[in-house]
Nanobody, 127 residues
Framework: QVQVVESGGGSVQAGGSLRLSCATS????????MGWFRQAPGKEREFVAH????????YYADSVKGRFTISKDYAKNTVYLQMSSLKPDDTAVYYC????????????????????WGQGTQVTVSS
């Protein structure tokens, strides 16, 4: 069982920045594709960003493209989501997810493609 733990959430003003971290218990995150999702109260969980097993491919939701950056630190088995130019609409609980990807072919914005999920971290952006 792979454990996934998010951290780094908080409250910021519009235009500010936050960096979320996703620590994993797996021996090496090079075996996994990773994704970030978010869910606001009363809303469906939505895709935010994806990074491939190798880290060579990234994919972003249109709503965050150009403002958010997903990255991997293989030495720390940690995935990051750097968020800049934050907007009130970015307010949500952010979730990190992982899926084993032995052939480095997975690129997915679908929640059901991911096997392991963290408990989430709250991000609040004030206008």
């Amino acid at each position: 069982q792979v454990q996934v733990v998010e951290s780094g959430g908080g409250s910021v003003q519009a235009g500010g920045s936050l960096r979320l971290s996703c620590a994993t218990s797996t021996r090496t995150i090079s075996d996994y594709a990773m994704g970030w999702f978010r869910q606001a109260p009363g809303k469906e969980r939505e895709f935010v960003a994806h990074i491939s097993r190798s880290g060579g491919r990234t994919y972003y939701a249109d709503s965050v493209k150009g403002r958010f950056t997903i990255s991997k630190d293989y030495a720390k088995n940690t995935v990051y989501l750097q968020m800049s130019s934050l907007k009130p609409d970015d307010t949500a609980v952010y979730y990190c997810a992982a899926v084993e990807d032995p052939w480095d072919r997975t690129i997915s914005s679908r929640t059901y493609d991911y096997d392991y999920w963290g408990q989430g971290t709250q991000v609040t952006v004030s206008s």
